[in-house]
Every structure is written in structure tokens, then in C-alpha cells.
């Protein structure tokens, strides 16, 4: 009981890290149309600026910092890179440049921080376990739920309520109509595209809190993140974070009964909903099916 | 009279088709002017072009004395250009208030109250989604959306497509409102002896190209030539001559 508990919450924090990860790429997915395989490249940008920066503001104001200026990087690579093809309705152009950015920002990181893993220092105050029997949930790993569901209520609550949020849902319907109505769909774009980094750089300076930093620390949490997005429902960010949660937690459990599988479990759910409801558990009708 | 809309010989494609082969129209301040044609005559492409949707090729388009020929189109609708597309384009997944909060209000008699007390069914269902309301009440949102931009121009497409003839009539009072207001309106119809009624002028389209341009009334008149050109909402022109 006490391993299935200890996997369960592993897989459970692993779980956040990709709900935050498929945050970004589903808001990024449904309103710039790009399938952001430089996702991960964000996450190690957050992550690493968060470390460079944390002798000089501590860790908390490297976790405000470090997902900010991801935000800021992702706004002026969408400027500079993404904005000049969207007229190309084709998603493969951005796929490939994407794809191709992720490989130059590993190793970029590779060059100016080195192959090396390194570790990044979280406060004592929310590092020690919160009981000795069930020592793996640690302070931290508690704050990283607690920033995790912040970070998601806050982003709910701008989209929900901010004429921003609303312009956002709107262009993710019909972009068109929203542009014709006097939206600045460039300028929502961007500062979409911003939002959606700004979410990678949080999960990679939580995640560097758990696991370290190492250049490629963004590749192992991508593809689970693009598998949540199928699951929760394209067009959901709701959707997003559920599916997120459910394949981390999942692939958590099944390490108890059957560890060479709990990577395979993630890839067998998602075949498994595609196969009985292809739209994803809050995805709605019409994108697949 | 001075045109505040000035579309020159413009040339539009969709990829590459050509559609519109050297259009020419003009609005000027204070008309309504309608735009008659068959299906597929080049209406909705005229209006794409106008409003920076489907940006035109070759040719130019004034709007208020500026070049607008290659804005995006939030520019135009900047200037104070309100758009009702074809098929009202309603974010279904959004409440009526927030459908009415997406257009950046610009300064202007028409506020969100003065927009909800002319079109009292929305008021009632603020806070319903969209997609709940009924034909009649998305084009009443549909037009009531773009006012919040405060126009001098609405173009108008096909607003009475698929609406019981009661609401359509509803619909036309709104648009003789506008003019009231001293907004110019450019409106594409189907049912020509309708929008024939309401218009000062008007233009048929055919295969992209002007196939007449005069006073509504005159071509109200001539109903062979509205039944040769302008297709299937002529019929009741015929019945009724």
C-alpha cells in the first residue's frame, strides 16, 4: 500500500509537470495553429534563467523571473519566426520550424551551461517531508501542486473574465471574425504565444526543483504532454490539465504492479480513447470525428 | 455627396481563382447602397475585399480618404468599418455580452447600454451562449456586435439568409435606423425586391464583373433585368409586376 501510494503520488507530480506543459501547447495549439515542438526547448529556457538567476533573487524570484522571460523569449520568437507563416495554412511549416528551434535551443543550453546536469537550491522551508511515514510528499513537492493549480486557476480566470481572455476565446472559434471586428489578431497571437511559454518555464523551474537541470530535461516531457492534450480533448484546456494528470498518475501506478509498462500505459490509454472517442474525454465533437 | 468608400478595379483571387475581374463601386455618406447578384456572382468576395479579409490583387480601395487596399483587416474595422458577415459568424461558445465585448469599443454614441435597450432579446439573454440563441437573435448580435466599433460604414452580408419574413422586416428596420444614425450601409441580398426598397443605389455582380449600376428604384422598376441578373430572390419581383 505504502509503494502504490509512493508511485501514485510520483506519477502525480509527474502528472502536473505535463498538465502544465499541455496547458501551454493546447493555448498555443487552438489559437496560433502551430503544433509547438519548441515546447520543451521553453521549458529548459525557463528552467536554466531560473537557476542563472536565483544567487541574485533567490528562488522565489527566480520562479517569477524565469517563466517570465520564457514568456518574453516565446513573444519574440513568435515575432520574429511563426508570424512570417501563418499565411501558410499548411501546419507542417511550423511544425518543422519548431522542431527545428527545439534542437537549436538544447543545444544552445548545451553550449553556455554544459552537458553536466546541475541542481537548483530550493529553500529548506519547502523542501522537508511533511511526515515521516509517508515521507515522499515532501513541502516542495505540495508546492509544486499548489503553484501548479494557481498558475491554472489564474489562467482560467484571465480567459474567463479579462476582454483579453475574451478576444483570446474568440479567435480561437473564428479568427477571422474576430480580426474583421477590430481585434489586433497579430498582437493576440503574440501575446498568446507569450502565455503559452510563460507556462512551459513555470513546469521547467518546478521541474528543475525535482529532477535538476540537464539540456535535454524537455524532451522526456513533451511527448507525454501532446498525449494529455489527446486525451483531455483538443480545443480543451480543461481537457489539457485532466488528461495531464491522468497519464501521470496512471503511468505512476502501473510502475507498482509493472514497471517496463509505465511508460507504454500512456501510449495504450491514448490509443484507447482514440479508438472509443476519438475527440478526447472533453474535446468537442467535430475536430476528429 | 462625397464617396467615404471607394473600391477602384479591384482584382480579388482565392488562391488561384480568379473571382473578381476589375470591380468598381462606391458608397457615399449617407446611402445605402446594395449589392445584388446570383450566387457566386463575386458579392461576398467584394465585401472580403473591402473588409482586408481576401486583400485584392490589383486595383485600390479607399475608405474615409485612406488607402486601405492592403490593411489587415482590424485596421479597417479601426476606422470605423462594421462588418456583419454571411452567416453571422457567431462564437457560439461565448455569451452574448462577451460576443458584444469583443470588438475594442471605440468612443461613440453607441454604448453597450444604447446597443442592448435597440435589440431588448439580447438584453434577455446576456448571458446565454451563442450557440443557444435562435436564427433571428444571432443576426440581431451579429449586428448589434459591430455597432460597439462605433461605424461609419456597415457592410452588411446577406443579413435576412434563412429568417422568417417577420424578423427579416425586423432587420430592415434596423438597417433603416443605421442610416438615421448617418451611417453609410453597403448591403449584400439575395432578395433583391426587398433590399431594392430600402437602398438609394445599387450595383449587380456578375462572374465578378459590374453588370449595373444605378438608382434602386429605377432597377426596382425594371423587373426583366432584375430577373435576368440578379437571380433567385427576383421571383417575387416577377409575381408582383
Known amino acids: ?289 | 455627396m462625397t464617396a467615404i468608400l471607394r473600391a477602384a478595379d479591384i482584382h480579388t483571387f482565392y488562391g488561384k481563382s480568379h473571382i473578381l475581374h476589375g470591380v468598381s463601386i462606391e458608397v457615399n455618406e449617407g446611402e445605402i447602397v446594395t449589392l445584388l447578384g446570383r450566387n457566386g456572382a463575386g458579392k461576398t468576395t467584394t465585401m472580403r475585399s473591402l473588409t482586408g479579409l481576401t486583400p485584392p490583387r490589383q486595383g485600390t480601395i479607399e475608405i474615409f480618404g485612406k488607402n486601405t487596399t492592403h490593411w489587415p483587416a482590424h485596421r479597417i474595422a479601426g476606422l470605423g468599418v462594421g462588418y456583419v458577415p454571411e452567416g453571422r459568424k457567431i462564437f457560439g461558445s461565448l455569451t452574448v455580452l462577451e460576443n458584444l465585448k469583443v470588438p475594442p469599443a471605440r468612443p461613440g454614441a453607441w454604448t453597450l447600454d444604447r446597443v442592448l435597450a435597440l435589440f431588448p432579446r439580447l438584453a434577455e439573454r446576456r448571458s446565454q451562449l451563442g450557440r443557444q440563441l435562435s436564427g433571428g437573435e444571432q443576426e440581431m448580435l451579429a449586428i448589434a456586435r459591430p455597432l460597439l466599433l462605433n461605424p461609419r460604414l456597415m457592410l452588411l452580408d446577406e443579413p435576412s439568409q434563412g429568417l422568417a419574413p417577420l424578423i427579416v422586416r425586423e432587420v430592415m428596420a434596423v438597417v433603416r435606423r443605421m442610416r438615421e444614425d448617418g451611417l453609410s450601409v453597403l448591403l449584400i441580398e439575395q432578395n433583391a425586391p426587398l433590399s431594392l426598397s430600402i437602398a438609394d443605389r445599387a450595383y449587380v455582380l456578375d462572374d465578378g464583373r459590374v453588370v449595373y449600376d444605378g438608382r434602386a428604384a429605377d432597377l426596382a422598376k425594371d423587373s426583366d433585368l432584375v430577373n435576368k441578373l440578379a437571380g433567385a430572390g427576383s421571383k417575387a419581383v416577377r409575381q408582383s409586376a
Open chain 1, 1 to 289: 500500500m505504502q509503494l502504490l501510494l509512493f508511485n501514485a503520488f510520483n506519477g502525480l507530480i509527474q502528472g502536473v509537470f505535463y498538465a502544465l506543459m499541455a496547458l501551454g501547447l493546447a493555448l498555443i495549439l487552438s489559437l496560433n495553429s502551430v503544433i509547438n515542438m519548441a515546447h520543451g526547448g521553453f521549458l529548459v529556457i525557463g528552467a536554466y534563467l531560473a537557476y542563472t538567476l536565483s544567487p541574485y533573487l533567490g528562488f522565489w524570484g527566480a520562479l517569477i523571473v524565469g517563466p517570465l522571460l520564457a514568456g518574453v523569449i516565446g513573444l519574440v520568437v513568435e515575432r520574429g519566426l511563426i508570424r512570417p507563416i501563418y499565411k501558410r495554412s499548411d501546419p507542417l511549416y511550423s511544425l518543422l520550424l519548431t522542431f527545428g528551434l527545439a534542437l537549436i535551443i538544447e543545444d544552445l543550453t548545451r553550449t553556455i551551461w554544459g552537458a553536466q546536469g546541475l541542481p537548483l537550491e530550493v529553500p529548506d522551508i519547502i523542501n522537508s517531508p511533511v511526515s515521516e511515514t509517508y515521507f515522499f510528499i515532501t513541502g516542495y513537492r505540495l508546492f509544486v501542486i499548489g503553484i501548479t493549480a494557481a498558475a491554472s486557476i489564474g489562467l482560467y480566470l484571465l480567459l474567463r473574465y479579462t476582454l483579453l481572455g475574451i478576444r483570446i476565446r474568440a479567435g480561437t472559434r473564428d479568427l477571422e471574425t474576430t480580426a474583421a471586428l477590430g481585434v489586433n489578431i497579430y498582437k493576440l497571437r503574440a501575446l498568446n504565444f507569450g502565455f503559452g511559454c510563460l507556462f512551459a518555464g513555470l513546469a521547467g523551474v518546478l521541474a528543475a526543483g525535482v529532477l535538476g537541470l540537464t539540456p535535454p530535461m524537455g524532451n522526456s516531457l513533451i511527448m507525454p504532454s501532446f498525449v494529455a492534450i489527446i486525451i483531455g480533448g483538443v480545443g480543451s484546456l480543461f481537457g489539457a490539465v485532466l488528461g495531464g494528470l491522468l497519464i501521470g498518475l496512471a503511468a505512476g501506478i502501473v510502475t507498482t504492479y509493472y514497471p517496463a509498462a509505465s511508460e507504454a500505459v500512456i501510449y495504450l490509454m491514448m490509443l484507447i480513447v482514440l479508438a472509443v472517442r476519438p475527440r478526447g474525454l472533453l474535446g468537442e465533437e467535430g475536430l476528429f470525428e
